[in-house]
């Protein structure tokens, strides 16, 4: 057999000696299933330790951004300064911050202020700063839950200046306001981590159905983050897995075959590129979903893609947009990418839309979504009209299914979990 190519492709020679010795009565999703179920999740590639980034509770909201941008990721762990040097990981992380978190949080907070139902006193730190900014008109559901309107007015409510997250970013209210004291109401995933001992199956399952987007691995009673597993490193190891046996089997199947969700045309969640852009991402946060196309004013062709990461720009490049009276979802992916190229950074964003059909297979869309760095690729039609999509997640659900009762207690203890999270 011919020798690994890395570490993930060890992975799928792994997984390829038990394949070959399961029991024969096995259907093949049944002896993945169990292929995956004996391989512990420290088998996984590690993170160099220097990459394991961490945000100190008592870093301010401007130095989390500086830190997740600087170091070129979405998301990273809270660390509660307050515990032991000695304490567990349990008591030291009390969740997860990302980019979207932060801007939803900071857009709340002034609408909040307008409405005079936190930290609106004359001369508050929020009052000042909504006296610069105005008002983005937020709106609470039945649930609880925090949404920019939905009626005749969203775009207009949407629709702020291009100075506004230039003023926010400036504001001694950003600067001084600490991650940690929004880490319970606008985090968007606890800190739910992987022992060492844990299975693969286990990781994939809780990547896919369960919906995280990422996952620390910690020893059994350790106190310090030993890896992180992301979706992305997933599929890089199924790309690295191409000509294995039991590779072959699965990813040689066309979408239709596996039961893909490519959706019709008019379920897909998608935007104009003349509606704001905080309804973009507003949008996204509403219907669970990680990214949207930008239709093209006919609605038919993509003209490029949002996703959830890329609230980023707003907060870390917000001169770019100064000049817009509005910032569209054309304008933002027009301004972005102009950025992009003037500081010479490599970004899904600087590329056309990646397209697939029906009749692809599943390796080849593997082999995209991992050499393009994306996390979900258009289905379209004969004539390039835009009619689905398939993300990192859908690929990660086909690759195995959850046995009857499998989780049992596992959830107990989590970090109380944000409103309306889906694990």
């Not at 001369?123 to 900014?133: E, N, Q």
């Not at 893909?260 to 008019?266: A, C, E, N």
């Not at 050499?371 to 195995?400: A, C, F, M, P």
Request: hydrophobic share 40%; with cysteine.
């Amino acid at each position: 057999m011919e020798s690994p190519r890395s570490p993930e492709a060890e992975i799928g020679h792994r997984v390829e000696d038990l394949w070959e010795v399961a029991e024969p009565q096995l259907s093949p999703s049944e002896k993945l299933n169990s292929c995956f179920e004996d391989i512990p999740v420290a088998s996984f590639p590690r993170t160099h330790p220097s990459q394991v980034i961490e945000i100190p509770s008592d870093a301010s909201l401007a130095e989390t951004v500086e830190i997740l941008s600087k170091n070129k990721i979405l998301s990273a762990p809270i660390r509660n300064v307050e515990a032991p040097e000695d304490a567990s990981w349990m008591d030291k992380y009390i969740g997860i911050v990302e980019f979207a978190g932060i801007a939803m949080w900071l857009l709340s907070q002034s609408d909040a202020a307008v409405n005079g139902t936190v930290g609106s006193g004359p001369g508050s730190p929020v009052s000042s700063l909504v006296s610069r900014l105005g008002s983005f008109t937020f709106r609470r559901t039945s649930s609880g839950r925090l949404e920019t309107a939905t009626d005749s007015e969203s775009d207009e409510a949407a629709s702020v200046g291009g100075s506004f997250f230039e003023t926010l970013t400036s504001s001694e209210f950003y600067k001084n306001t600490k991650v940690g004291d929004i880490s319970g109401s606008f985090r968007w995933a606890p800190f739910l981590a992987l022992q060492t001992s844990d299975t693969f199956l286990t990781m994939l399952l809780l990547l896919s159905k369960y919906r995280m987007k990422s996952l620390p691995v910690v020893e059994v009673g350790g106190d310090k983050i030993e890896n992180i597993i992301t979706q992305s490193s997933v599929v890089h190891m199924l790309a690295e897995c191409v000509g294995l046996s039991w590779f072959e089997n699965w990813g040689t199947k066309k979408l239709s075959e596996l039961g893909l969700p490519v959706m019709k045309p008019s379920k897909l969640v998608k935007v104009s590129e003349d509606q704001p852009v905080l309804k973009a991402f507003q949008l996204m946060r509403e219907k669970g979903v990680g990214g949207l196309p930008v239709m093209d004013t006919s609605g038919a062709n993509a003209i490029g893609n949002i996703s959830i990461r890329d609230v980023q720009y707003l907060l870390t490049a917000p001169k770019i947009y100064k000049e817009h009276r509005s910032i569209t979802t054309k304008d933002f992916l027009s301004a972005v990418r102009h950025h992009l190229q003037e500081q010479r950074e490599a970004s899904p964003l600087l590329h056309d839309v990646i397209t697939c059909k029906k009749d692809d297979t599943i390796k080849d869309i593997i082999l995209k979504l991992d050499s393009e760095k994306i996390h979900r690729i258009y289905v379209v039609d004969d004539k390039g009209n835009t009619e689905g999509v398939i993300t990192l997640r859908d690929i990660i659900s086909k690759l195995v299914h959850e046995p009857r009762h499998y989780f049992g207690d596992f959830f107990d203890g989590v970090v109380p979990l944000p409103a309306n999270s889906t694990v």
